[in-house]
């Protein structure tokens, strides 16, 4: 099943990029396609990467629930960092702070720290076990990360409710 994921996704990553649609002009090419995408599988079935880590099927449909909010907040962060770049005074506060987290697969902690540094004003700087150093902007940055908003919706796309609680 995953290895089938895995397929569809390399070609429909494949097929956006090439903008290869035609089959009648561009037979040639969709086929090349075709062949590098059974080639990649192969080379990740002979490796044994092909497992819950590399292709988290089990979290696709809630990613379809965290994309649209995590892009919400991209936008509500990039207006939040425009106002405060043209402001007269410019109020920020530079800061590290450290973020702690609970995420147990790898997958969800690279999401995590990736939603973090997406967001304009914090980015991610370094991931240790249990917690994130991360740099700031300004001190709503900083509280908006500490009250763990981003990372309760994390934990949702990971299965986990609360703290080592499986989500139903």
Same mark, same amino acid.
């Given at each position: 099943?995953? %290895?089938?994921?895995?397929? &569809?996704?390399?070609?429909?990553?494949?097929?956006?990029?090439?903008?290869?649609?035609?089959?009648?002009?561009? =037979?040639?090419?969709?086929?090349?396609?075709?062949?590098?995408?059974?080639?990649?599988?192969?080379?990740?079935?002979?490796?044994?990467?092909?497992?819950? !880590?590399?292709?988290?099927? !089990?979290?696709?449909?809630?990613?379809?629930?965290?994309?649209?909010?995590?892009?919400?907040?991209?936008?509500?962060?990039? &207006?939040?960092? %425009? $106002?405060?770049?043209?402001?007269?005074?410019?109020? &920020?506060?530079?800061?590290?702070?450290?973020?702690?987290?609970?995420? $147990? $697969?790898?997958?969800?902690? =690279?999401?995590?720290?990736?939603?973090?540094?997406?967001?304009?004003?914090?980015?991610?700087?370094?991931?240790?076990?249990?917690?994130?150093?991360?740099?700031?902007?300004?001190? !709503?940055?900083? %509280?908006?990360?500490?009250?763990?908003?981003?990372?309760? $919706?994390?934990?949702?796309? !990971?299965?986990?409710?609360?703290?080592?609680?499986?989500?139903?």
């Amino acid at each position: 099943m995953r %290895a089938l994921v895995l397929f &569809i996704l390399l070609a429909v990553f494949w097929a956006l990029l090439s903008g290869q649609w035609d089959y009648h002009h561009h =037979a040639f090419l969709i086929w090349s396609g075709v062949v590098c995408c059974a080639f990649t599988l192969f080379m990740a079935h002979r490796l044994k990467i092909i497992d819950d !880590e590399s292709v988290p099927v !089990e979290m696709f449909g809630r990613l379809l629930i965290y994309l649209p909010w995590l892009m919400w907040q991209v936008v509500l962060s990039n &207006i939040d960092v %425009a $106002k405060r770049v043209w402001a007269a005074n410019l109020d &920020i506060n530079p800061q590290m702070i450290r973020v702690p987290y609970s995420t $147990k $697969k790898g997958f969800a902690t =690279a999401v995590y720290a990736n939603s973090i540094t997406m967001t304009p004003g914090t980015v991610t700087v370094e991931v240790y076990d249990g917690d994130m150093l991360i740099h700031a902007l300004h001190d !709503e940055a900083a %509280a908006g990360l500490q009250s763990g908003d981003m990372h309760d $919706k994390v934990l949702k796309l !990971e299965g986990m409710k609360k703290e080592g609680q499986v989500s139903v």
